[in-house]
């Protein structure tokens, strides 16, 4: 068997590790942000029936610009989007490597403001294009003015705005959108993303960019069924945009990329997408809980509409970590000091990580 570093391997991947948090097997898993419940059986029964069906045909390529899956998040988002405004993928992450590879490369700039999530950099390095990190505010907070500034001095061919913010949790404001697409489309006409991967875990689900699509061709918004829908395992991430941005990635993707079995479990899943998000309410109160106890015990948490909570406070995090996962609960550490983040689960799921972190603290 040959050594990695004996392989003619890329200059820009030498030395690289491959991207993941640790996948264990543990009681009570809190650490990528799943949602922990299980898919409800009636949804399970329709969906199961849907993947027989498609059975039968797979002998055949599937749907190629998959336009029943497309009407189905069409509907999904409402707004008067159809079809044809609709794109989706493996997962949003599949999503963003579209973008990147459609409207990045070589000679061009992303810029986003960190700390966000930890795939933009990766995605960008594998298309090529150059990597701009812009610092958040006190308390990973972001203003028009920070993201108007960056963008008008760096002018970027991308930015992505994360809403809210993977790994803070921070929410972000729409005049924070609308000051970001004013500023792109002054410095250089480029895209502006706004990844809401959490979108539906907001304290008003009803405020999101898909609001603010009509006349502006250029603004991207990024979901995934990863998150609120409990899906994380059939990979589907989508987007909403002009139809022309569709195109564009209709350029770059590889054919047929999208299964017939995910676009049929996909398409069950969004025909019972009232049931399939009845578990938000509740992981929401967790999560508000989670804020409240963590309080309580002297800790930080950060203000967050997501399905998770970063806190500060902690002296040493990596033994806190440690000695969680010694009582059978695994959360994560992003690498920003002094703090832990942890996902919100199920009420029993939180009650254990508030249990074990009290007396892991002495508190
Ligand atoms: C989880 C997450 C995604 C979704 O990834 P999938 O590939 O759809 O599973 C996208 N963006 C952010 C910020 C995330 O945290």
Known sequence: MARLEDLPLRDDLKGQQ??????????????????THRVPLEVAEDIIERLAKALMSINRYPDREFMPLREALA????????????????????????????????????????PTYSMYPIIASGTQTEY?????????????????????????????????????????????????????SEASGGILVVDEAYQEFGA??????????????????????????AFAGARVGYLAA???????????????????????????????????LSTVDDIRAQRDRIVTELKLMGLDPYRSDANFVLFGGLDEPEQVWQQLLDRGVLIRNVGLGGTLRVSAGTEAETSAFLDALREVLGK
């Open 18 to 35: 491959p991207y993941g948090a640790p996948q264990l097997e543990v009681p009570v898993s809190l650490n990528v942000n799943e949602n």
């Open 204 to 229: 008003d689900p009803s405020v999101t960019a898909v609001s603010l699509l009509p006349g502006r061709e250029r603004l991207l918004v990024s979901r995934t069924m990863s998150k609120a829908f």
């Open 242 to 276: 002009d139809p022309a941005v569709i195109d564009a990635l209709r350029l770059v993707r590889l054919p047929y990329h999208l299964s017939a079995f995910t676009q049929a479990a996909a398409e069950g899943a969004l025909a019972h997408a009232p049931l399939m």
């Open 132 to 184: 701009v990190a812009v610092a958040r505010a006190d308390r990973f907070e972001l203003t028009p003015e920070i993201i108007r500034d960056a963008i008008l001095e760096h002018k970027p061919n991308i930015v992505i705005l994360c809403a809210p913010n993977n790994p803070t949790g921070t929410p972000l404001g729409l005049d924070c959108i609308e000051a970001a697409y004013e500023a792109i």
């Open 75 to 114: 509907a999904y988002l409402g707004a008067d989007l159809t079809p044809e405004n609709i794109w989706a993928a493996n997962g949003s992450n599949e999503v963003l490597q579209h973008i990147f590879q459609a409207f990045g490369g070589p000679g061009r700039k992303f810029l986003s403001f960190t």
